[in-house]
């Protein structure tokens, strides 16, 4: 998708590719989809697929492969150990990070686990951009406390930052100052925050932050999974990087990090994971963990075919036409929602577009989850399955308190290349009806709440009959039955 002139009409994103297989799609009836929603706890994740019409849920695994991917998958060295397949995905990520090491592993958070098992000590601070649910999961578990030094405007669901996902400098200068550097594990530094709203951090900042890390002898640990958003947003609108490649900025930022890591189901599009560091001594200690945990160093759990696919992908990551189609998509989809009045994230991210549950739902107290309540009623509406990313995403605190989230978000991941733009319609149809009829929708509370990371598995009923309500004001509005059946 290139940002092609229109001659007759307003601009929209155009697709730089074709769709040669496509996958069937079911539109249930409004009344069954409320049934589906009671029956999954108000819970999206708990939804079965063939219930879901247009499933925005995440990025994660879904995102659709090219042919050469999928040809490459043909081609995979099935071996225990020294298979090719691995030495092709060794030398295509050491290629394009530009650093000597590699190890596989076999998702996002399995890098997760070993860093923190292996670097976060009890008592110990990670101070980061922002956190994500599993990394914050993984360092808490190990002992240590998350610090998150995000810039004052990261929290402001409209602006017109470039770089919301900077980290404030001083910020991080004052941490260190009043904890000392010997409590700090390193420095997270995450691509295309993904729980703000997909939102970029600029190669200045990162060579801010190089420069504090650097006065204190801390490393810095990049989370690559979104990296190919931020990337494309750095080329975009950064001075600095207007001349260069994909692949050189891409290597400029893991130049500037001393270990990557990434989950290869965003990144690449696979299924998979991998570290990367020019640091030999990080690299031995992690190592001797992955055959533990992982599998041999030649797959760490991933499959041969997926190895495949993702070593395809990264190429094809460094393709600006390739890493722009998901950003313009998000953008023409806020910006629609955002001229019918409805509350989104501003300026436009990755991964998704995000709907802004507290002003949506005003009416509802955090305590009532209504970024979980706004992601069960536009199921609903419309079949689309998002996710809910405020206060039910976090966890309670040692004495069982809710920690309320900065933010309560629903967020519609926009699956690279998978939708077409009148599915992108439809999304923003739904939403605007759901939007004038907000007042209907009422809070959750948790039927069983684990407690780790309870958005997963966690089951809620409503606090009122409020799904009916909904129902029929969608039958007075859309008719009895429409032509798809819905
Ligand atoms: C998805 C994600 C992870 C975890 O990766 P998985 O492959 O799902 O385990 C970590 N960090 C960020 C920023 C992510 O988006």
């Known amino acids: ?32 989809r409320q049934e589906a929603m009671e029956k999954a706890g108000y819970n999206t994740f708990l939804l079965q697929n063939p219930d879901v019409f247009m499933d925005m849920l995440t990025d994660s695994g879904v995102n659709a492969m090219s042919d050469k991917q999928q040809a490459a998958m043909m081609q995979a060295d099935d071996s225990y150990a ?15 990070f530009d650093t000597e090491y590699f190890l596989p592993l076999h998702q996002g958070r399995a890098c997760e686990n070993l860093l923190s098992k292996l670097f976060v000590k009890p008592d110990t601070i990670v101070p980061m951009n922002y956190h994500f649910t599993t990394s914050k999961a993984h360092i808490v578990i190990n002992g240590g406390k998350v610090e998150e030094i995000f810039i004052d405007e990261a ?14 400098i001083d910020k991080l200068k004052a941490l260190i100052a009043i904890n000392g550097a010997e ?25 801010e932050v190089r420069q504090v890390c650097d006065d204190h002898g801390l490393m810095i640990v990049l989370d690559a999974s979104l990296l190919a958003d931020n990337l494309y947003f ?6 600095q990087c207007k001349e260069m490649t994909i692949k050189e900025i891409t290597r400029a930022i893991s130049n500037l990090c001393d270990i990557t890591y990434f989950s290869a189901r965003k990144l690449g599009n696979g299924r998979g994971g991998g570290i990367c560091t020019n640091n030999k001594e990080a690299y031995m200690k992690i190592r001797e963990l992955i055959p533990l945990y992982e599998g041999f160093l030649t797959y760490g759990g991933m499959s041969v075919r997926e190895m495949e696919a993702i070593t395809v992908g990264l190429e094809e990551t460094m393709d600006e036409n390739m890493i722009n189609q998901a950003p313009q998509f998000i953008a023409y989809m806020t910006n629609e929602l955002q001229k019918r009045g409805v509350p989104v994230i501003t300026p436009p991210g990755g991964l998704g577009c995000h709907l802004d549950a507290s002003a949506f739902l005003d009416h509802l107290p955090q ?15 419309s079949g689309i399955r998002g996710m809910e990313r405020g206060t039910l995403s976090e966890q309670r605190d040692e004495d069982g308190i809710e920690e309320l989230a900065h933010m309560e978000l629903v967020r519609l991941a926009m699956p690279r290349r998978v939708f077409t733009l009148s599915q992108i319609k439809y999304a923003i149809d739904r ?13 959750l509370k948790f ?12 089951t809620l009923t409503t606090d009122s009959n409020w799904p009916d309500a909904l129902v029929d004001k969608y039958r007075q509005d859309l008719g009895k039955v429409c032509n798809l059946f819905c």
């Open 1 to 32: 998708m290139s940002e092609v002139k229109f001659f007759y009409g307003d601009a929209v994103p155009l697709e730089m590719h074709k769709v040669r297989i496509v996958q069937k799609l079911n539109l249930l009836p409004i009344e069954q």
């Open 82 to 96: 020294g298979s090719e397949t691995f030495t092709r995905l060794d030398e295509k990520v050491r290629e394009i």
């Open 155 to 168: 929290l402001k669901i409209n602006s017109e930052h470039p770089f919301k996902g900077n980290m404030d």
């Open 183 to 207: 409590k700090i594990s390193y420095v997270r530094m995450e691509a295309g925050t993904n729980l703000i709203g997909g939102q970029p951090f600029s190669l200045e900042n990162l060579q």
């Open 234 to 239: 750095i080329k975009e609108r950064e001075e």
């Open 367 to 381: 305590t009532k989850y209504p970024a979980g309540a706004l992601a069960a009623a536009l199921y609903i509406a």
């Open 431 to 443: 939403i605007t009806w759901l939007y004038e009829n907000r007042r209907l929708i009422g809070g």
């Open 447 to 458: 039927v069983e709440e684990p407690n780790v990371l309870r958005f997963f598995f966690g």
